[in-house]
T-cell receptor, first 116, second 113 residues
Framework: EPEVTQTPSHQVTQMGQEVILRCVPISNHLYFYWYRQILGQKVEFLVSFYNNEISEKSEIFDDQFSVERPDGSNFTLKIRSTKLEDSAMYFC??????????????FGAGSRLTVL | DQQVKQNSPSLSVQEGRISILNCDYTNSMFDYFLWYKKYPAEGPTFLISISSIKDKNEDGRFTVFLNKSAKHLSLHIVPSQPGDSAVYFCAASAREYGNKLVFGAGTILRVKS
């Protein structure tokens, strides 16, 4: 069964360092997402990406965050200068369509980011 | 942002019995509702969805009921199995909001054998 793969599974970084989280979405999917879950809290939407541009972003997704699809298969989330409160599990997801019908997202296993 | 609420943090059920997981929402613009299951160290996996124009959708042991007037939906699992033990997330989407999923806080289901 097709799956979304994420790397690394766990990253520990110092506050202020840049972090790049990588994702390989399902190959025929057109819509890509990043969500995060801070320990004990709900899964929160960060950003959606379609046709090589951001289609929507949340208030969390400030100037410290950026996304890129550098080579047609990878989808990356970059945090320029990490803060303690960025510690969370980051989930990448993709979906076949953002149009009619339920938008069923397929999620990766997540990348746990720990900022010290 | 409290648009999707799951007020029960946890639920414990005996194997073979019915599990009922509840979800409430506030935004009448939502047009699809989805349930996801999450095991530790894995991402959420899709279980079942329902359109806002339906009141029931069934898939094997899983049935979702939607009460639009009450802005309430529930997921029924019958019979419950120990492998169903996981965190269950309710999610909703609206075409007007780009179809992104808005998640509830999740309910931990424990099925005891």
């Amino acid at each position: 069964e097709p799956e979304v793969t994420q790397t690394p599974s766990h990253q520990v970084t110092q506050m202020g360092q840049e972090v790049i989280l990588r994702c390989v979405p399902i190959s025929n999917h057109l819509y890509f997402y990043w969500y995060r879950q801070i320990l004990g809290q709900k899964v929160e939407f960060l950003v959606s990406f379609y046709n090589n541009e951001i289609s929507e972003k949340s208030e969390i997704f400030d100037d410290q965050f950026s996304v890129e699809r550098p080579d047609g298969s990878n989808f990356t989330l970059k945090i320029r200068s990490t803060k303690l409160e960025d510690s969370a599990m980051y989930f990448c997801a993709s979906s076949e369509t953002g149009g009619s019908g339920a938008n069923v997202l397929t999620f990766g296993a997540g990348s746990r980011l720990t900022v010290l | 942002d409290q648009q999707v609420k799951q007020n029960s943090p946890s639920l414990s059920v005996q194997e073979g019995r019915i599990s009922i997981l509840n979800c409430d929402y506030t935004n009448s613009m939502f047009d699809y509702f989805l349930w996801y299951k999450k095991y530790p160290a894995e991402g959420p996996t899709f279980l079942i969805s329902i359109s806002s124009i339906k009141d029931k959708n069934e898939d094997g042991r899983f049935t979702v009921f939607l009460n639009k007037s009450a802005k309430h939906l529930s997921l029924h699992i019958v019979p419950s199995q120990p492998g169903d033990s996981a965190v269950y997330f309710c999610a909703a989407s609206a075409r007007e909001y780009g179809n992104k999923l808005v998640f509830g806080a999740g309910t931990i289901l424990r099925v005891k054998s």
